[in-house]
């Protein structure tokens, strides 16, 4: 199947609690739009260094990246509003949308996943979780997030975001078809 690409590139922001389910979405986001995926937690465990240093690198990346005019999907520090308005900031002066998705999880079943034991990654503590929950602001209205589910199906999901992203597509407009004459007939019928 080939990729979907958005006509206008986009910054495909995920955002949520921990154990919602956005690094899944992004990683399956990512794989649709033949995307990059630009994850700080997962450059500070395969690199070896700490969250702080590896936000500032996908900082880095993220300018680079948007160079090359393309679609990505991004999973940074996004919890608080302030967060996210720097990230739309710089996505804007790049020539970028951005589209917030947010993805919900009844906040035990997010638990749950979160401090349970992972694969690549470290679980969080009880008390990590809880301040987790509590630094996240939920989205405004005025950033129109696009609200998903992090219990249900990828493909179930991904039809809300590729609704979304095409109803931001810029206005076409076909110009209208030059005149034809009007041809007569003998029998008063209409040619166009």
Excluded: C
Excluded at 6 to 20: E, F, K, R
Excluded at 33 to 59: H, M, W
Excluded at 102 to 114: F, G, H, N, S
């Amino acid at each position: 199947m080939k990729p979907l690409t958005p006509t206008t590139p986009h910054v495909i922001m995920l955002v949520g609690i921990p154990g919602a389910g956005k690094t899944t979405f992004a990683e399956h986001f990512a794989k649709t739009f033949a995307a990059p995926y630009l994850n700080p937690r997962a450059v500070s465990r395969q690199v070896g260094i700490g969250v702080d240093k590896a936000e500032q690198v996908t900082q880095i990346l993220l300018k680079e990246l948007f160079k090359t005019e393309r679609t990505l999907i991004y999973e940074g520090p996004t919890d608080t509003k302030i967060e996210r308005a720097e990230v739309v900031k710089l996505a804007k002066h790049a020539g970028y949308h951005t589209l917030v998705v947010w993805v919900q999880t009844e906040p035990l079943e997010a638990k749950r996943r979160a401090t349970k034991k992972q694969q690549d990654g470290i679980p969080l503590s009880s008390a990590e979780f809880q301040n987790a929950v509590s630094y996240f602001q939920a989205p405004l209205t005025s950033e129109k997030p696009v609200v998903i589910s992090g219990r249900h199906t990828y493909a179930t999901q991904l039809k809300a975001v590729l609704k979304n992203l095409a109803r931001s597509r810029p206005d076409t407009q076909v110009p209208p078809a030059p005149e034809q004459p009007i041809v007569r007939s003998g029998r008063n019928i209409i040619i166009r």
